[in-house]
């Protein structure tokens, strides 16, 4: 893949990029899709329920199934609704979801793009989905939608806070942003051992971004019946709940390189198992907890959630960020 | 039912109505006598069917059809031949076992005196005995009833006699069901045999009035005799004392007259009941709130009835510091149906009284926010109401 | 009084500066968390309730009209589908109306039927409390927990009457079926069983942090306004009065039995969550103990004449259902169908209190409070 970006562009690299892109989409789609169908059937078990088992062998094809029907559906947009607007917005919230995933290396030798600020450029972009979420609520021309995604954007601009603070502690660790070199700086003790702290309130916050439970007030069925996206139907839908899950691939795929070792193995002896072997059970790991806590935990509400963000999550974040400065300035010989 | 789409000819109509019409008067006066004695006896099914079937004749002239109407006439000269017989056997039956009634009852009483749940099998069964001798009491009294109903339809112009001795029997049937009910339930009775008497009277008295003001005499005569001992139920003893505190305290700072009416009602757990004047009733209220003796905080339920002469609104109180409920009722006319709301009193009658006016129509002048709630803004008619028009007929 | 709120509107843009509008927002009649048809016309400013609006009436079938031209024996399952979560409880308060006025002896083992009857039905009621509130806080898990337990207790009224839900089982002076053979002993089994899976949901829901903060110190009102709105049941005991008609007024056989009534002081929905949870266990443990003495024998239907006239007059009676108080009010006129039948229902006078509680509220704390009145529609309209 790094011979591919040197290179000179030409036809061949360009064409060979676009092949590449359309190979990580499509692995992107058939997590999605898995994701959907394993997050019925774990949810079920937790609830001695069986979850999806008809569509296909083992209800394997029921996500298929889905995303057909919403595709299929007609396209309804309420009367009042501020079109471009509508049109809009799903765009908005899944662009940024998939564009993250430039910068992610998956293995040694997959990845897209180096950048050298490959953290702050995930950080940026995924700030834009809150734009979607906001825009779906204004122009649904829907009370509830409104409220739903006021909600949403509070609830996602505080999170961003404590989310950022917690990262910088691994920058301090590593001295770059560079997310490939934060992998391989965790060749003898993954992060997760040092900032445990750091990891802690990452955990929290990246629920509170993807909007999952405990914090998924903005789309709480069972007040706001459907919070941001309620009047959306058929195609558009589908893009919000892709949005969804794409962007828990990607703050999967970043918890797993910035805490979990990227695709280090877990002991040096057993690196004759391929890097994106160790890559994707870290990864499934933490997309597995997530399951877990949708069917275990009730809701917060609103105001809890904020005060939480910003009276407990930004302070230890902070507290994190100055243990690692101490820690690092004496290691460094400053003291 | 398809005999109802048949016309009947003016001809026919006229003549089954006459008819129908002259045994309903013949059957009437001897239903009366039968009804009384036998109303507040057990339901004896048997005494009670040629009532029913009497007043069926009687109340439909002309709208039942011929055929029917002709049926009707002879079921019910029937029935009342049947019902003859069977009082007679039953009034013979009664007559063995009248001597033994009154210690039989008091035994009876004395064996319940002591909650079902405490009973040991020995007096389950005695009180099982009292009962079944209060049946043949019963009967028996029935039979006296019959007898004198007979003697009396035998001899039209002993209706001097006919009353008092259908009174007799009535009053006997009165208190020996009294008894019957007190033994068969565990909560108390109450002493005064006078207002027992007086409340099942007055209930009867509703739908026949004939021998009421002879029946009470009896009553309090017949009564005299038996005296069920006193019980003692879980929550605070006896009742009556209750509602001569009520009707005291309530008088002293109203005036008598603004108590209509004030009894122990024996078939709703002998709750003390009172009507009060609609004018005060308000102020009555208020008192029944806040006097410390009394102090009903809660309201249990609030409803309206509708009797075709007026409109009733019904309150359940209940005091939770002398833990102690109160019934009371307050009329009003159906043309203009207006109760004080008491709902600055106790905000638990909010819905209740825009559930009665929307149900029945009675304003409640002083609530806040009168307006339907169960039916739509826009429904016409109080469908509780007995003349009440549907007003979705197409529907 | 007009009270057309749709149209009003109000400035308060002298507080901030900023010109700010309250908007009128419905909740219902379809929601997933009003527990039936009911709509609630809430006007907010921002994220707080200024004022609340119940409307109802949505389920009114006009029982209470139609029950004057129907026996009392026909009364019987209209009741079922009030209160259609514990129809047991109000087909009790018909027959026990009823036979208080007639006077009425009911047989030993018919008792024991009956309330064997109404408090598998408080348990199967408060499971489907316990599982949608805790689906409306937005825990999925419980509530098919909660569904899978109500399951075991359907299928055993499913064997005693034939119904798992609009059961039509009391009669005037007894019940209508007896237990079939080895009912007994399933029902004892379930008991046990149900003690051990209680101590499970406690230990899932009731110590969760999230939860606590949701519910504690939410919807909390004292004494003196439970009694001024006549609140009954659970909602009166989370303020610490102590009163549970089985033990206060006593009705069927309760008093033979032992058992606590649980009471709280806070009268919050947290207090009412554990009040409801503790009457789960104290609902066994009465069954444990009528089902241990219960009468190998006997009749279940008292000796009842065949058409059923009670005297001429009225009578009012109360008994505890899961909800509060139930109360049936009957005018009779000596005939063998009612004059006036009045059914006092707990959910209906116990929703008076919501506007009062929902001012100034949170808009998220609007279903825990409505989930803690717990109310049922088909009683709220009846």
């Known amino acids: 893949m790094n011979t591919l970006l040197q290179q000179a562009p030409s036809w061949g690299t360009t064409l060979w990029f676009i092949i590449a892109a359309v190979l990580l989409l499509a692995v992107v789609l058939g997590f999605v899709t898995y994701a959907i169908y394993f997050e019925r059937k774990v949810i079920g078990w937790m609830q001695l329920r069986i979850g999806p088992n008809r569509v296909g062998p083992l209800g394997l094809l029921q996500t298929v199934a889905d995303v057909a029907k919403l595709l299929l559906k007609e396209d309804v947009r309420p009367q009042h609704a501020d079109k471009a607007l509508f049109t809009l917005a799903p765009i908005l919230a899944y662009a940024p979801a998939f564009a993250v995933l430039a910068v992610m290396p998956f293995s040694e030798s997959i990845q897209f793009a180096d950048l050298g600020?490959?953290?702050?450029?995930?950080?940026?972009?995924?700030?834009?989905?809150?734009?979607?979420?906001?825009?779906?609520?204004?122009?649904?021309?829907?009370?509830?939608?409104?409220?739903?995604?006021?909600?949403?954007?509070?609830?996602?601009?505080?999170?961003?806070?404590?989310?950022?603070?917690?990262?910088?502690?691994?920058?301090?660790?590593?001295?770059?942003?560079?997310?490939e070199d934060i992998v391989k700086a965790q060749q003898d003790v993954w992060n997760i051992v040092p900032q445990f702290i750091g990891f802690a309130v990452f955990i929290i916050a990246a629920q509170a971004e993807l909007n999952r439970t405990p914090f998924d007030l903005p789309e709480a069925e069972s007040e706001l019946v459907g919070g941001y996206h309620?009047?959306?139907?058929?195609?558009?839908?589908?893009?919000?709940?892709?949005?969804?899950?794409?962007?828990?691939?990607?703050?999967?795929?970043?918890?797993?390189?910035?805490?979990?070792?990227?695709?280090?193995?877990?002991?040096?002896?057993?690196?004759f198992i391929p890097g994106i072997v160790w890559f994707i059970l870290k990864f499934s790991l933490y997309v597995f907890l997530q399951f877990w806590i949708r069917a275990t935990m009730p809701r917060l509400r609103v105001d809890q959630l904020m005060s939480f963000a910003w009276k407990v999550l930004l302070p230890v974040a902070l507290f994190n960020i100055l243990l690692t400065a101490v820690v690092v300035s004496y290691q460094n010989g400053m003291f | 039912m398809s005999d109802e789409k048949r016309k009947p000819t003016p001809e026919e109509k006229a003549a089954a109505a006459a008819e129908a019409r002259a045994k309903a008067e013949a059957l009437r006066k001897l239903r009366e006598q039968e009804a009384q004695v036998s109303q507040e006896a057990s339901p004896v099914e048997a005494s009670q069917e040629p009532q029913e079937k009497a007043s069926a004749p009687e109340a439909k002239p002309v709208s039942e059809m011929t055929p029917e109407e002709k049926a009707a006439a002879k079921k019910a000269a029937a029935a009342e031949a049947i019902a003859k017989a069977k009082a007679a056997k039953e009034a013979k039956e009664a007559?063995?076992?009248?001597?033994?009634?009154?210690?039989?009852?008091?035994?009876?009483?004395?064996?319940?005196?002591?909650?079902?749940?405490?009973?040991?099998?020995?007096?389950?069964?005695?009180?099982?005995?009292?009962?079944?001798?209060?049946?043949?009491?019963?009967?028996?009294?029935?039979?006296?009833?019959?007898?004198?109903?007979?003697?009396?339809?035998?001899?039209?112009?002993?209706?001097?006699?006919?009353?008092?001795?259908?009174?007799?029997?009535?009053?006997?049937?009165?208190?020996?069901?009294?008894?019957?009910?007190?033994?068969?339930?565990?909560?108390?009775?109450?002493?005064?045999?006078?207002?027992?008497?007086?409340?099942?009277?007055a209930a009867a008295a509703k739908a026949k009035a004939a021998a009421?003001?002879?029946?009470?005499?009896?009553?309090?005569?017949?009564?005299?005799?038996?005296?069920?001992?006193?019980?003692?139920?879980?929550?605070?003893?006896?009742?009556?004392?209750?509602?001569?505190?009520?009707?005291?305290?309530?008088?002293?700072?109203?005036?008598?007259?603004?108590?209509?009416?004030?009894?122990?009602?024996?078939?709703?757990?002998?709750?003390?009941?009172?009507?009060?004047?609609?004018?005060?009733?308000?102020?009555?209220?208020?008192?029944l709130r806040d006097d410390e003796q009394l102090s009903f905080e809660y309201l249990s339920d609030l409803h309206g009835v509708d009797y075709e002469d007026r409109l009733e609104v019904y309150y359940h109180f209940y005091s939770y510091k002398n833990r102690q409920s109160l019934a009371v009722k307050v009329k009003t006319s159906r043309e203009e149906s207006k109760v004080a709301s008491v709902m600055d009193l106790w905000h638990g009658a909010n819905w209740n009284e825009r559930e009665t006016f929307d149900l029945l129509g009675i304003h409640f002048p002083g609530h806040k926010d009168l307006r339907r709630i169960l039916l739509p803004d826009d429904w016409v008619g109080y469908p509780l109401r007995k003349d009440y028009v549907q007003y979705d007929e197409e529907v | 009084m007009n009270h057309n709120i749709l149209t009003t509107h109000v400035d308060t843009?002298?507080?901030?500066?900023?010109?700010?509008?309250?908007?009128?927002?419905?909740?219902?009649?379809?929601?997933?968390?009003?527990?039936?048809?009911?709509?609630?016309?809430?006007?907010?400013?921002?994220?707080?309730?200024?004022?609340?609006?119940?409307?109802?009436?949505?389920?009114?079938?006009?029982?209470?009209?139609?029950?004057?031209?129907?026996?009392?024996?026909?009364?019987?399952?209209?009741?079922?589908?009030?209160?259609?979560?514990?129809?047991?409880?109000?087909?009790?308060?018909?027959?026990?109306?009823?036979?208080?006025?007639?006077?009425?002896?009911?047989?030993?083992?018919?008792?024991?039927?009956?309330?064997?009857?109404?408090?598998?039905?408080?348990?199967?009621?408060?499971?489907?409390?316990?599982?949608?509130?805790?689906?409306?806080?937005?825990?999925?898990?419980?509530?098919?927990?909660?569904?899978?337990?109500?399951?075991?207790?359907?299928?055993?009224?499913?064997?005693?009457?034939?119904?798992?839900?609009?059961?039509?089982?009391?009669r005037v002076g007894g019940v209508k079926w007896d237990a079939p053979p080895g009912w007994i002993d399933k029902a004892k089994e379930f008991v046990q069983y149900m003690k051990k899976e209680l101590n499970n949901y406690h230990q899932l829901v009731t110590g969760n942090e999230i939860f606590i903060n949701r519910l504690r110190g939410i919807g909390k009102f004292d004494t003196k306004t439970a009694l001024d709105y006549s609140l009954s049941g659970?909602?009166?005991?989370?303020?610490?009065?102590?009163?549970?008609?089985?033990?206060?007024?006593?009705?069927?056989?309760?008093?033979?039995?032992?058992?606590?009534?649980?009471?709280?002081?806070?009268?919050?929905?947290?207090?009412?969550?554990?009040?409801?949870?503790?009457?789960?266990?104290?609902?066994?443990?009465?069954?444990?103990?009528?089902?241990?003495?219960?009468?190998?024998?006997?009749?279940?239907?008292?000796?009842?004449?065949?058409?059923?006239?009670?005297?001429?007059?009225?009578?009012?009676?109360?008994?505890?259902?899961?909800?509060?108080?139930?109360?049936?009010?009957?005018?009779?006129?000596?005939?063998?169908?009612?004059?006036?039948?009045?059914?006092r229902r707990p959910s209906f006078t116990n929703l008076q209190i919501l506007p009062k509680l929902l001012q100034g509220e949170n808009l998220a704390n609007m279903v825990a409070i409505l989930g803690s009145i717990d109310i049922v529609l088909g009683e709220v309209d009846c």
């Open chain 3, 13 to 170: 843009s002298s507080e901030t500066g900023l010109r700010t509008e309250e908007m009128l927002l419905n909740v219902g009649p379809q929601h997933p968390s009003t527990h039936g048809v009911f709509r609630l016309v809430v006007k907010i400013d921002g994220e707080t309730i200024k004022e609340a609006i119940p409307v109802m009436g949505y389920l009114h079938r006009g029982t209470e009209k139609l029950a004057e031209n129907l026996t009392y024996t026909q009364i019987i399952p209209y009741t079922d589908r009030m209160d259609y979560v514990s129809a047991m409880t109000n087909n009790y308060v018909l027959c026990h109306a009823v036979e208080t006025m007639m006077g009425l002896e009911i047989p030993e083992r018919a008792q024991f039927l009956r309330l064997i009857a109404m408090e598998l039905n408080r348990v199967a009621s408060h499971l489907v409390w316990w599982g949608t509130y805790l689906l409306d806080i937005g825990a999925m898990g419980p509530f098919l927990y909660a569904f899978r337990d109500r399951e075991t207790i359907l299928d055993l009224f499913n064997e005693l009457c034939g119904a798992r839900m609009t059961f039509n089982y009391m």
């Open chain 2, 212 to 287: 009421a003001a002879a029946a009470k005499a009896k009553a309090a005569q017949a009564t005299g005799d038996e005296t069920p001992a006193e019980e003692a139920p879980k929550a605070p003893s006896k009742n009556q004392p209750y509602l001569d505190k009520y009707v005291s305290r309530i008088s002293e700072a109203f005036g008598q007259e603004v108590i209509e009416a004030s009894y122990i009602n024996e078939l709703s757990k002998e709750v003390p009941t009172l009507t009060i004047q609609n004018e005060r009733w308000h102020q009555v209220a208020q008192f």
């Open chain 3, 234 to 343: 659970v909602m009166l005991r989370s303020t610490g009065v102590k009163w549970d008609l089985r033990k206060d007024e006593p009705y069927c056989i309760y008093d033979r039995f032992e058992f606590d009534v649980p009471t709280a002081t806070e009268g919050d929905c947290m207090a009412r969550y554990h009040l409801r949870m503790a009457e789960i266990e104290q609902s066994l443990r009465i069954l444990e103990q009528a089902l241990e003495q219960f009468p190998s024998e006997g009749e279940v239907m008292g000796k009842v004449p065949r058409v059923i006239r009670p005297p001429a007059g009225e009578a009012y009676v109360r008994i505890e259902s899961p909800r509060g108080e139930i109360g049936c009010y009957i005018a009779s006129q000596g005939k063998d169908k009612p004059w006036r039948l009045k059914f």
């Open chain 1, 230 to 271: 309620v009047e959306y139907s058929g195609f558009r839908f589908a893009m919000f709940m892709l949005a969804e899950y794409v962007y828990m691939f990607g703050m999967g795929a970043l918890i797993t390189i910035l805490f979990l070792g990227g695709w280090l193995p877990i002991h040096p002896s057993l690196d």
């Open chain 1, 117 to 179: 600020i490959g953290l702050l450029y995930y950080i940026a972009l995924s700030g834009i989905t809150v734009l979607g979420v906001i825009t779906a609520g204004w122009a649904s021309n829907n009370k509830y939608s409104l409220i739903g995604g006021l909600r949403s954007a509070a609830q996602m601009i505080s999170y961003e806070v404590p989310l950022v603070m917690s990262v910088v502690g691994i920058v301090l660790l590593t001295g770059s942003m560079n997310l």
């Open chain 2, 95 to 201: 007559a063995e076992a009248e001597a033994p009634v009154a210690e039989q009852q008091s035994e009876a009483v004395a064996t319940s005196a002591k909650p079902v749940s405490e009973m040991t099998p020995e007096e389950k069964a005695a009180a099982k005995k009292a009962a079944a001798a209060e049946a043949l009491a019963k009967a028996k009294a029935a039979k006296e009833a019959k007898e004198a109903a007979e003697n009396g339809a035998n001899s039209a112009s002993d209706a001097d006699a006919k009353a008092k001795a259908a009174a007799a029997a009535k009053a006997k049937a009165a208190a020996a069901a009294a008894a019957k009910a007190k033994a068969a339930r565990e909560a108390g009775g109450d002493e005064s045999g006078d207002d027992d008497a007086k409340a099942k009277a």
